[in-house]
């Protein structure tokens, strides 16, 4: 069946791929594995001069790549183009840093010399989600490559031309021949792919359902995997926040990437004294955003990615407002052309809800009522995810608590969860494993090698 192109702001086909053929494939694993044994000798110095033309290709081309993404899952064009310049960021962090934060590390031992060394492993196949095509890309490519890796892209099947488009950046970077390679490739093929021994690793971002099938392959091979998968995360606010702010960040925090993003502010925990507050200038600030075209400057709210995650989102809006969610805003499909959903706001929502419990991957805020900080802090974590978390307070006991208690790879206090390349990204819990970006980032798949010389 062919891979297909399909722009969801038209329902209109773009361009049709057909899948490698198995031959292709195994031609594909054995150049990652003879470029690997090659590419691993390269110094960082060499590894980093590659990594920055790649930065700058980016960067010329943000625009050109930011129309690619917009096309073929709908993001509005401007965070498309700070997508790809956000790419570039971590492309230019890992060619000045790798080489510092892979430096062999001296052990006092009590005599002779005992050193840590970091080693690349091989050939890291990396299955990424269609809702970031660049960036969730670049973000296990750039450390890996510059830890002496080489890459397999498995993109999802949605941005067939942005999986191409990323081979095509590192090859016009200067890479070796075989050192970043994307498949087209279906999900038994995939499998496939994973079996094979010259495979040295996996990293997955998506579903819980395929992390742990991924996982599961992975572990009877004795394969390292990194996943990084759903998440339902809180936005906590207390009386002492400063209000004005915390509305308009909740709103960015739950539209960004047209409500599709795992860090996206989901549930919305709000303290008795402020709710009302809160909830009438929510409310009204997810009414006043602009719907349209994702290829005009002016929209703020594009379509979904597919049909099928319209419908989705769409049944569990209707089945949490059938078991007793009040409806505060939108809730009905916008008739046009394409997969459009509107701002929707629900509150009063009861356990028994989709909304109480499932990840609502849209522009559907979930709005609580709390006590005080403790039972905000129980219902964060009355949830089967734990990947980030933003919490609102001037208090500076409050603030340590939430830190402290929340069950969650991240805390942002009094901003806006984000990944940086500076910093360490993933969950705890059923969010995945592991991390991306930062110094632990470009650890996760190296060999981590103890060297003892006596004296």
């Avoid at 109480?356 to 905000?376: I, K, M, Q, T, W």
């Amino acid at each position: 069946m062919p891979i297909r192109s399909v722009n969801p702001a038209s329902g209109r086909t773009l361009r049709l791929f057909e899948p490698l053929e198995e031959a292709e494939i195994g031609r594909k694993l054995e150049l990652a594995a003879s470029a690997f044994r090659h590419y691993r000798r390269t110094p960082f110095t060499e590894r980093g001069r590659l990594m920055l033309r790649a930065a700058g290709i980016l960067e010329a081309g943000k625009d050109q790549f930011g129309r690619l993404m917009t096309s073929e899952m709908g993001k509005p064009i401007k965070a498309a183009r700070q997508e790809a310049a956000k790419c570039a960021w971590a492309c230019r962090y890992y060619a000045e840093h790798a080489g510092r934060l892979l430096a062999d590390e001296r052990v006092e031992t009590g005599g002779g010399l005992s050193t840590i060394r970091y080693q690349p492993i091989g050939p890291v196949l990396a299955i990424m989600p269609w809702n970031f095509p660049f960036w969730q890309v670049f973000r296990f490519a750039a450390p890996a490559l510059m830890a002496g890796n080489v890459g397999l892209l498995k993109h999802a099947s949605i941005v067939p031309q942005c999986a191409l488009a990323i081979e095509e950046i590192f090859r016009d970077a200067g890479f070796p021949e075989g050192a970043f390679q994307t498949l087209l490739v279906g999900s038994v093929q995939t499998r496939r792919v994973l079996d094979d021994p010259r495979v040295a690793a996996v990293t997955l971002t998506g579903s819980e359902a395929a992390g742990s099938r991924v996982a599961a392959s992975a572990g009877r091979r004795i394969k390292k995997t990194v996943l990084e998968l759903g998440g339902s995360d809180p936005f906590i606010v207390m009386p002492s926040a400063e209000l004005e702010t915390a509305v308009a960040t909740a709103v960015q925090a739950r539209l960004v990437n047209n409500g599709q993003s795992c860090i996206a502010a989901k549930r919305f925990l709000v303290a008795e004294p402020v709710a009302e507050e809160f909830e009438r200038r929510f409310v009204e600030a997810m009414g006043r955003v602009r719907i349209g075209d994702p290829m005009e400057e002016a929209t703020e709210l594009g379509p979904l990615a597919t049909a099928q995650i319209l419908e989705s989102l769409d049944a569990q809006v209707r089945r949490s407002v059938a078991a007793g969610a009040r409806l505060l805003l939108g809730g009905t499909r916008i008739d046009r052309p394409g997969n459009y959903y509107p701002p929707t706001v629900l509150a009063d929502i009861p356990e028994s809800a989709p909304a109480y419990s499932e990840e609502l991957f849209g522009p559907v805020a979930a709005l609580f009522r709390v006590r005080d900080a403790g039972d905000a802090i129980r219902l964060a974590n009355a949830t089967p995810f734990g990947l980030g978390a933003s919490v609102w307070t001037s208090d500076p006991v409050e603030r340590e608590r939430f830190i402290d208690e929340i069950e969650s790879g991240m805390v942002f206090v009094n901003g806006m969860v984000v990944s940086d390349p500076r910093l360490p990204f993933g969950g705890v819990k059923r969010s995945g494993y592991g991390r991306e970006l930062g110094a632990h980032g470009i650890r996760e798949f190296v060999n981590i090698k103890t060297v003892c010389i006596p004296a």
